[in-house]
């Protein structure tokens, strides 16, 4: 499935600046959620968003086989950049294998994103909450564990869709979504019972929040849309020490490990302001 993680390595071009960076890393464009709030937080630190396209989707992966991909290649990219910090903007490879990044890289400090199951159960009024993920962060013990610990007094629904990433995808990269599709995707979330409806829907994949305006249009009733995003950069900025004091800090950079991102993921890089 895709490149291995030897041959997505020697794809890997960009030279490393001096200053160190924070480190953004999805399986494909989606992170760019969390990119966007932690440079808001972040103005003066450099950043290198890290899209492992090479291995997109990762719901069709062996768990196995995925875990050793991932940690693979942050020992090569933790070689070259010597991060700050590394975000995992990604639910799947977080519940997966954010506590063997840790292991296997004691030095680098890990942020990891995780289904907002905690918050939501905080914020809801009918106690009815949906989590929207993708079939890899269902299956997940990790995401169970969540639910026992915070929201035991909630009804939480898990809903995994096989499709939403990759129309996140195309969505951010200006194509046209058929909207029965996507409602087809969304559906599942919203239940309603003698004690309520459904009022809050996490998004837990961090594709999603690029397609929540479409969410809302095609939602049969108003919910509050979950995005973890400006929670994961202000954990990540809580972890940093003061202000480097290098506003020319260098250009931030786009990794793809393909090394084939097509026009339309170049231009989006463009226009986040990302060097390929």
Same mark, same amino acid.
């Given at each position: 499935?895709?490149?291995?993680?030897?041959?997505?390595?020697?794809?890997?071009?960009?030279?490393?600046?001096?200053?160190?960076?924070?480190?953004?890393?999805?399986?494909?464009?989606?992170?760019?959620?969390?990119?966007?709030?932690? *440079?808001?937080?972040?103005?003066?630190?450099?950043?290198?968003?890290?899209?492992?396209?090479?291995?997109?989707?990762?719901?069709?992966?062996?768990?196995?086989?995925?875990?050793?991909?991932?940690?693979?290649?942050?020992?090569?990219?933790?070689?070259?950049? =010597?991060?700050?910090?590394?975000?995992?903007?990604?639910?799947?490879?977080?519940?997966?294998?954010?506590?063997?990044?840790?292991?296997?890289?004691?030095?680098?400090?890990?942020?990891?994103?995780?289904?907002?199951?905690?918050?939501?159960? /905080?914020?809801?009024?009918?106690?009815?909450?949906?989590?929207?993920?993708?079939?890899?962060?269902?299956? &997940?013990?990790?995401? *169970?564990?969540?639910?026992?610990?915070?929201?035991? *007094?909630?009804?939480?629904?898990?809903?995994?869709?096989?499709?939403?990433? *990759?129309?996140?995808?195309?969505?951010?990269?200006?194509?046209?979504?058929? =909207?029965?599709?996507?409602?087809?995707?969304?559906? $599942?979330?919203?239940? /309603?019972?003698?004690?309520?409806?459904?009022?809050?829907?996490?998004?837990?994949?961090?594709?999603?929040?690029?397609?929540?305006?479409?969410?809302?249009?095609?939602? $049969?009733? $108003?919910?509050?849309?979950? =995005? $973890?995003? /400006?929670?994961?950069?202000?954990?990540?900025?809580?972890?940093?020490?003061?202000?480097?004091?290098?506003?020319?800090?260098?250009?931030?950079?786009?990794?793809?490990?393909?090394?084939?991102?097509?026009?339309?993921?170049?231009?989006?890089?463009?226009?986040?302001?990302? &060097?390929?």
């Amino acid at each position: 499935m895709g490149l291995s993680a030897a041959a997505a390595l020697e794809s890997v071009a960009a030279e490393a600046a001096p200053a160190r960076p924070i480190l953004v890393f999805d399986s494909g464009i989606g992170g760019l959620t969390v990119l966007r709030e932690a *440079r808001v937080l972040m103005p003066d630190r450099r950043f290198v968003y890290i899209a492992d396209d090479a291995g997109f989707p990762y719901g069709g992966w062996e768990e196995e086989a995925l875990k050793e991909r991932i940690v693979t290649l942050f020992g090569a990219f933790i070689a070259r950049y =010597d991060p700050e910090i590394a975000i995992i903007a990604c639910n799947t490879a977080s519940t997966l294998v954010l506590e063997d990044l840790r292991r296997a890289y004691p030095a680098t400090p890990f942020v990891g994103t995780v289904p907002a199951i905690k918050p939501a159960a /905080e914020r809801t009024r009918s106690g009815l909450v949906s989590v929207l993920a993708t079939p890899g962060t269902v299956r &997940r013990a990790y995401t *169970r564990d969540l639910i026992q610990s915070f929201a035991t *007094r909630c009804h939480v629904r898990l809903v995994g869709s096989e499709n939403l990433a *990759r129309m996140a995808e195309a969505h951010i990269r200006g194509e046209t979504v058929d =909207d029965d599709a996507v409602r087809a995707e969304i559906e $599942p979330c919203f239940i /309603e019972t003698d004690r309520g409806r459904t009022d809050i829907v996490v998004l837990a994949c961090t594709h999603y929040p690029f397609m929540a305006n479409v969410f809302r249009r095609l939602a $049969p009733w $108003p919910v509050d849309w979950l =995005d $973890p995003a /400006e929670a994961i950069a202000r954990r990540a900025r809580s972890l940093l020490s003061g202000s480097d004091g290098q506003p020319e800090h260098g250009d931030d950079i786009a990794i793809f490990t393909s090394g084939q991102p097509d026009f339309s993921t170049r231009r989006l890089m463009q226009g986040f302001g990302l &060097r390929e």
